[in-house]
């Protein structure tokens, strides 16, 4: 039974060829970049409090509703009532925004008066978060799914509209206007976060509450802001994602941040939790490696490959591509 | 004084197993109160509604809410006996086999008459035995498999004959006519089927895959998690010479969406999808097919429905709209030939007897329950007659044309 | 006082902390400070309840308990759909809590793909107790068989996991649950000529239990049998938590290193606590698959994972009796709240009866009379503004069931509007963030029109979803009792040593 598994996946390595091959890898490009995204804000947040949020996954589902929001607001996508960069300009701008002082309000209502619980408190009051989100997105969209139609944003008459240009094109195989786009924004806000964290003050700040916190209060820094600010960036960071999720993917609905989080979180671990270059590495790793499974092993067995890599990945190495070891006191 | 504890805990947990097992029968059928009794009719009657309102399903239980709130408002207006609901969560899919604990709770809630629902083929596969212990059939508006009203090779019967009722054709049926309009009419050789890992997607992507090949064609499979949006990777899974890709989803949305981006990638097979994705309000894309009720859309209750949800058909929830007309027909005339008093059998008997018109019924076909087998795959419990999915071709405009 | 600087005063004592008796954690790097409630004892009838509690041996407890459930069929649970939906459920769920108790409780270990052993156990009952591949083995062979499947991955991964700290264990854990779940509903392998584990349709028609001849069919049969094997299971926890091992466990949780060095086996510990909780888990996954007749992958989700480790958070970690009671608490209340439960009214009484309680805890009493006065009269104070600006059609509606006087307070339109339910229900949780955010005098005042808020948008839009309003209430209880007490209602205070 194995080596018929592995004929056929052989023989599918074959018939899609190169140009196959190029198209898994621009999927698992343009998804890499949300999954980084969204587990740039796990592993954030672990590094300053130690804490796995599992409510993040939830923020980014109530990012993409916002861009839904002032999408409809301003008339849909198929008849914007605003010329189309504004808009889309506008939905990130929104939505980053929105997801952002979500994120803060979470941080002091559930995670703050759990500062020195033991941990397993804030793990559980995260659950609780991540339940009501969904429980009370479910109830104001009575469960419904709403599409984006970001593929059809500024076309004619429902035809597909400048969104979909290819910008440039490899053997046969088109890189549409949006995945770029998707590309280029999680890029460039990457690079503005490391831009903050490793060459500002404040950056330097939060490095600091994140190597010891007690020693960071001594020396002057005001832990209680320098964690909301860390909610904040990571939550627009899954806002931004959101906005392109609805853009590029385009299904919203209440239940959206369950699987992609669970997957971005992934990242988040493979990259080494704590380090922010390991979780764009380790998004990146996870978008290839599901868009080649699905390519060539099939659907079915797809998932079982990503999370049978990753068990075996950290059994191999616990701490995760980047990660460092912790140290134990005694 | 441990060994004390011990000994004696021991014992009790021993007391008790024996006492089970030798006390309160042993080979009788699961035993339920309130099976029998004799229920005033009064002014109002009440009708079990199980749907999935929360969990993964819950988009698929609320058109059928939805529906079933409308029907219970046209019948409470041009009828003297009301139909009341209590509604069970069965959260397909969900957290915890909810499905049995709504079937318990409602045995044994003795004002329910009659049951609308579940939702799910597996559902009814474990509540089968309770309904059956509490006189109960329930019609369901969204169970589609085969088993559950049709034995056939391989696969026994799971239900009782006369203790289940379905509004809605089965797997069998529709994924035989998919099937024949894809072979006959549309002539297509290469089909790829991509089923979204559901129960209801696995019966029809089965049915028609071994209708498909019987007939000469060549059928690849894949499959994707209702929970994963990223289809890119499926589409590039997809092999070249595939001519039609058959989608047989539950969520209108996402055929949309898979639609988007298979033309988005420059691929221009057919798409085509099943009665779970025959929403005209949002699975738009032109030059598909779907397969989905032949309802009249010029009905005017369809329209009144329609203009009191934004628009919106929610055709999903159409056979849940049938289902609680069966069960209130039912129990009216129950109640007539018991003068004021009835029981849930004959309930469950009068259920049977139902005859719906095609305008009572919105299917576009009348309902009437068959009591034996019939055709390839219906059985006791299927609807007979002209009950059948038709086959819609989607306009440039949107519109849906029927064509098969 | 003394301020010469040769001869300092006594200390001063430290300042008695702002917020209301023992609220929230403690602040301190000990467990000696975070004991102190401990010491201290707590106030007031409460504090003389938990007091009688402690002072009750534990065998009398355990007899109590399993006297008083032997005896509710007869007068507590006397419909079969009560008996169903609240003992045996309730039974399993103490069962599933005490497996988990072992691993994370006793040991520390933090396990999220418990539900993955419950899961082998019914899998593993289905197909060796069905028709499915026809074989009808009897359940006093098929679940040790159970348990022992369950036991194997058990063993493989606390052995492989033994280099995983913490966080790393629990995240191997979660990849292997959501393994199995894909495994079991999608790759489904193809042998001895069916998919092994029937796909999404699941494996049907599982036998019932039957030992030695005698077939458990009804639900009081299977009641009492349940009684007697949580009782057992129970019994032999405690004893294994009284043991040394329970003991190593203990200081294994609390100090790895420091046990490491005192010569305890700390990865040996950890997989013989795996391996005990995976096959509690295989018991009990047995018997859920003989209770509910088939075995579907989508049983064994992530959400039933959460649902057991808020049943022993909820009673306290580590706490035996503690397992009991949250059990009893969640799936109780959860069951009521749900919809096929079908006593509207009382399900208002407990929403309206949590607030009472909840505004009696604030001290001293006169917060709680002037926030309930306020709450009563910015609620008629609203409803007269309405009624007299937006007219009648905005406050005629009526209560879905019951307590029709309430529609004088509260503020229900004849016809409900969707927007304006979902306006109101935004507003109620901006005015939680709120209230929240302020303190003192000030959070008092926010807190009137907050509840009056909570009380419309209940009768207004949570009445009409239970199924959802059951889930937020749930996601919202998580948050509330981790603020207010982390350790459970059972549980002792700890404090981590970072």
């Known amino acids: 039974m194995h080596h018929l598994v592995l004929f056929n996946i052989i023989d599918q390595i074959r018939s899609l060829g190169w140009p196959g091959a190029f198209s898994l890898l621009r999927n698992g490009l343009v998804l890499g970049s949300l999954y ?53 300009i506008l939905m990130f701008a929104v939505s980053m925004a929105g997801s952002g002082f979500l994120g803060v309000a979470i941080e002091r209502v559930a995670y703050r008066p759990l500062r020195t619980a033991p941990r397993i408190a804030p793990l559980i009051s995260a659950l609780g978060v991540a339940f009501f989100l969904e429980s009370s997105v479910q109830l104001l969209t009575n469960s419904a799914h709403y599409l984006y139609n ?18 440039f094109t490899v053997d046969g195989i088109p890189v549409t206007v949006v995945q770029t786009l998707v590309i280029l924004t999680a890029v460039a806000l990457m690079g503005v976060l490391v831009y903050l964290v490793y060459r500002t003050k404040f950056g330097k700040a939060m490095r600091a509450v994140a190597f010891d916190r007690e020693a960071a209060a001594m020396m002057g820094i005001d832990t209680d802001r320098i964690i909301s600010m860390t909610f904040f960036i990571g939550s627009v960071l899954a806002g931004a994602a959101g906005v392109m999720y609805g853009l590029y993917l385009g299904d919203t609905y209440f239940f959206l941040g369950f699987l992609f989080g669970l997957k971005a979180f992934t990242a988040a671990v493979v990259g080494g939790i704590g380090s922010i270059p390991g979780a764009m590495l380790g998004g990146i790793l996870i978008g290839l490696a599901e868009s080649f499974s699905t390519g060539y092993v099939g659907g079915q067995w797809s998932e079982l490959v990503v999370f049978g890599l990753l068990i075996g990945f950290l059994i191999v190495r616990p701490t995760g591509l980047l990660g460092s070891h912790a140290i134990q006191k005694v | 004084m441990l060994k004390k504890v011990g000994v004696v805990a021991v014992l009790a947990a021993l007391c008790s197993v024996v006492v089970a097992t030798t006390a309160w029968g042993s080979a009788k059928p699961r035993t339920l109160a309130a099976a029998t009794g004799s229920v005033k009719c009064g002014k109002k009657v009440t009708i079990g509604v199980a749907y999935p309102e929360t969990g993964p399903a819950a988009t698929l239980g609320a058109p059928q809410w939805d529906w079933a709130n409308f029907a219970k ?93 379905r509004t809605v054709p089965n797997d069998g049926q529709q994924g035989d006519n998919v099937a024949t309009f894809i072979h006959n009419v549309l002539k297509k050789k290469n089909v790829r089927i991509i089923d979204d890992e559901e129960a209801y997607s696995q019966g029809l992507s089965l049915q028609v895959k071994q209708d498909l090949q019987a007939a ?44 988007s981006q298979l033309r988005a990638n420059g691929d221009k097979q057919i798409v085509m999808g099943s009665d779970g994705t025959d929403d005209p309000s949002t699975f738009k894309g032109a030059g598909s097919y779907v397969s989905g009720f032949p309802v009249d859309t010029s009905a005017s209750a369809l329209k009144s429905f329609q203009k009191a949800h934004n628009g919106d058909p929610e055709t999903f929830g159409l056979p849940t709209y049938t289902s609680v007309m069966v069960n209130a027909n039912a129990i009216n005339n129950a109640c ?69 | 006082m003394s301020d010469t600087p040769d001869t300092p005063g006594p200390p001063e004592p430290p300042p008695e902390p702002q917020s209301s008796a023992e609220s929230g954690p403690k602040i ?25 509690w402690e002072s009750i041996p534990d065998v009398a407890r355990f007899l109590a308990f399993v006297a008083i459930a032997l005896s509710l069929p007869f007068w507590l649970l006397k419909s079969e759909g009560d008996l169903f939906n609240f003992g045996l459920f ?41 028709g499915y591949y026809g074989i009808h083995w009897p359940a006093e062979v098929v679940i040790p068989i159970a348990m022992l499947a369950a036991v194997i991955p058990a063993a493989v991964l606390g052995f492989s996991a033994r280099r995983l700290l913490g966080d790393y264990l629990a995240i191997v854990t979660l990849f292997f649950a959501e393994a199995f779940l894909v495994f079991t509903n999608v790759s489904n392998p193809t042998i001895f000529g069916k998919g092994i584990t029937g796909g999404a349709n699941g494996i049907p028609q599982a036998d019932p239990l039957t030992f030695f001849g005698y077939q458990l069919t009804s639900s009081k049969q299977l009641y009492f049998f349940l009684v007697g094997a949580v009782a057992l299971v129970a019994a032999a926890l405690y004893f294994a938590n009284q043991s040394r091992t329970g003991r190593a466990w203990r200081a294994s949780r609390e100090d790895p290193l420091a046990a490491e060095v005192m010569s305890i086996p700390v990865n040996r510990l950890k997989i013989l606590a795996f391996i005990f909780s995976w096959a509690v888990a295989g018991l009990f996954g047995a018997i859920y698959v003989a209770i509910l007749t088939s075995a579907v992958s989508t049983n064994y989700s992530i959400g039933l994972l959460i649902t057991i480790y808020a049943v022993i958070i909820l009673g306290g970690l580590g706490s035996i009796a503690g397992v009991f009671v949250g059990a009893i608490i969640i799936n109780c209340v959860f069951v009521f709240l749900e919809p096929q439960t079908d006593h509207p009214e009382a399900k208002r009484w407990i929403f309206y009866g949590v607030i009472i309680l909840l505004v009696a805890t604030l001290k001293p009493w006169y917060k709680a009379v002037v926030l309930c006065v306020g709450t009563i009269a910015s609620g008629f104070i609203v409803h007269a503004i309405v009624s007299a600006t937006a007219g009648s059609a905005w406050t005629s509606g009526k209560t879905v069931a019951g307590a029709g006087w309430l529609s004088h307070w509260v503020v229900i339109p004849k016809v ?51 199924g959802v309003t059951a889930f937020i209430l749930f996601g919202a209880m998580l948050v509330g009792l981790m603020i207010k007490r982390p350790q459970g209602l059972l549980g002792t205070a700890r404090v981590e040593i970072v």
């Open chain 1, 36 to 88: 980084a995204l969204i587990a740039l804000g796990y592993t954030m947040v672990y590094g300053i409090l130690k804490l796995l949020n599992f409510a993040h996954g939830d923020i980014y589902m109530v990012g993409a509703f916002i861009g839904y929001g002032v999408l409809v607001a301003f008339g849909g996508a198929l008849s914007p009532t605003i010329p189309i960069v504004p808009l889309i």
């Open chain 1, 150 to 167: 970001g593929y059809q944003l500024g076309g004619k008459n429902g035809n597909f509209g400048p969104l979909l240009n290819p910008v």
């Open chain 2, 73 to 165: 408002s046209t019948w409470n207006k041009s009828h003297k006996l009301k139909i009341a609901f209590v509604r069970g969560d069965t959260q397909l899919a969900g957290n915890n086999p909810q499905a049995v604990q709504v079937a318990h709770a409602f045995a044994s809630n003795g004002k329910i008459l009659a049951v609308t629902g579940p939702a799910g083929s597996q559902e009814m596969e474990d509540t089968a035995s309770v309904w059956k212990g509490a006189s109960i059939a329930p019609v369901s508006g969204s169970e589609t498999r085969v088993a559950l009203t049709r034995a056939l090779p391989g696969t026994p019967r799971e239900t009782t004959p006369g203790y289940f009722f």
């Open chain 2, 216 to 259: 000469g064609a060549t059928v690849t499979t894949d499959h994707i998690s209702q929970q994963n949006p990223d289809y890119n990777s499926v589409i590039t899974a997809i092999p070249h010479n595939t001519q039609l890709v058959y989608i047989p989803w539950q969520v209108p949305a996402m055929a949309q969406q898979f639609y």
């Open chain 2, 336 to 404: 007539k030939a018991g003068h004021g008093k009835t029981t849930r059998n004959a309930v469950r008997k009068a259920v049977a007897k139902v005859k719906l018109s095609k305008s009572l019924s919105l299917l576009g076909f009348p309902v009437q329950f068959l009591k034996g087998n019939a055709g390839k795959f219906q059985g006791p419990g299927d609807m007979g007659g002209a009950a059948a999915f038709g086959i819609y071709q989607i306009q440039k405009n949107g519109a849906y044309t029927r064509v098969g």
């Open chain 3, 28 to 52: 301190g790097v000990d467990s000696w400070v975070a004991s102190h409630g401990g010491r201290s004892g707590r106030s007031g009838p409460i504090g003389s309840i938990s007091r009688a």
């Open chain 3, 90 to 130: 309730t039974l399993l769920f103490i069962g599933m809590g005490l497996g988990l108790n072992v691993d994370v409780g006793f040991a520390g270990l933090l396990d999220l793909g418990y539900v993955a052993a419950f899961g082998i156990g019914g899998y593993a009952y289905a197909l060796l107790s069905s």
């Open chain 3, 416 to 466: 409900s509007h969707g927007n304006v339910n979902n306006l109101l229900y935004i507003g109620l949780v901006v005015a939680v963030v709120l209230v929240a955010m302020l303190k003192g005098w000030w959070r008092i005042i926010a807190l009137g029109p907050t509840i009056y808020l909570a009380a419309v948008v209940w009768e207004n839009v949570l009445t009409e979803n239970p």
